[in-house]
């Protein structure tokens, strides 16, 4: 496996609906287009920002196939597959693998609330189901629960689990997970606002919401980050902080 496919900037992707509350499948293509043109590394599909949780398991699967086919092997696509249910989360993720997405995303449940043997069993389940690498996702502030250092540790010993988005808005857990996994993993922040900051603790990439509207601005960031111009990536982070006091839907 290259690792070095979920390295950078990997935009959130947006999911544009009609008027009838269905995918609109070409509105989503040009969103793809633009991504692509615009220089990202990959695309995190049906998570926060493109309402995966909102969607029908119909819906979802649409939008998985309207992105790889429009994606057609151009960048890498991770698709979230994390529901509240193990079987929905199994079915969702066979379908990535069958579709052929690059990995898949998971969120840890939410509403219900396993506990530790559960939750590791969850992940246990979804990862043995298909061949493709594992990301876990962990976004404590929408699921109401922080998978820990240690946590995520546990549950990266699975074979295709290779990573984490993590969106806990904390520079240290990053950190702590780098270093106590049990093995090399990817690790992605999922928080625009620590872009800069994760990548100089060790993250490998960003998933960026904010992408969807500007994602030169992120690409720009990752470039002079890898190219050591420190200087220049932290003035790009500080325009970012511009960004923020808007709401995305003014933008597309």
């Known amino acids: 496996m290259r690792v070095d496919k979920f390295q950078g900037i990997f935009t959130a992707l947006v999911t544009p609906f ?13 969103v793809i287009r633009f991504q692509i043109e615009k220089g990202v590394n990959g695309l995190f599909v049906c998570g926060t920002a ?4 909102l969607m029908s398991v119909k819906q979802r699967k649409i939008v998985a196939e ?6 057609s092997n151009r960048v890498t696509v991770i698709i979230h597959v ?3 249910n193990t079987n929905e989360a199994v079915e969702l ?55 820990t250092p240690r946590i995520v540790a546990k549950i990266c ?9 993590e969106s806990s808005n904390n520079l240290i857990q990053i950190r702590e997970i780098i270093e106590t996994a049990p093995k090399k993993i990817v690790v992605i922040n999922g928080s625009d606002n620590l872009t800069f900051a994760a990548f100089m603790v060790g993250a490998d990439g960003l998933i960026s919401g904010t992408a969807n509207v500007d994602p030169e601005l992120f690409v720009e960031l990752y470039k002079a980050y890898k190219s050591g111009d ?4 932290l003035k790009i982070q500080e325009t970012r902080k511009s960004l923020r006091e808007f709401p995305i839907h003014c933008f597309i």
């Not at 010993?157 to 988005?165: C, H």
């Open 82 to 84: 994390g529901t509240t």
């Open 50 to 53: 493109g309402e995966g949780p």
């Open 18 to 30: 009609n008027s009838e509350g269905e995918v609109n499948r070409n509105s989503l293509r040009e």
């Open 66 to 71: 309207t992105v790889i086919g429009e994606v």
């Open 93 to 147: 993720a066979k379908h990535a693998e069958d579709i052929a997405a690059d990995a898949v995303g998971v969120v840890s449940p939410y509403y219900y609330k396993p506990d530790l043997d559960g939750l590791f069993n969850h992940y246990r389940i979804i990862s043995e189901s298909v061949e493709i690498p594992v990301f876990v996702y962990n976004i404590p502030q929408m699921t109401g629960f922080n998978l």
């Open 157 to 165: 010993e699975l074979p295709n689990v290779i990573g984490i988005k």
């Open 230 to 233: 420190y200087s220049r990536a």
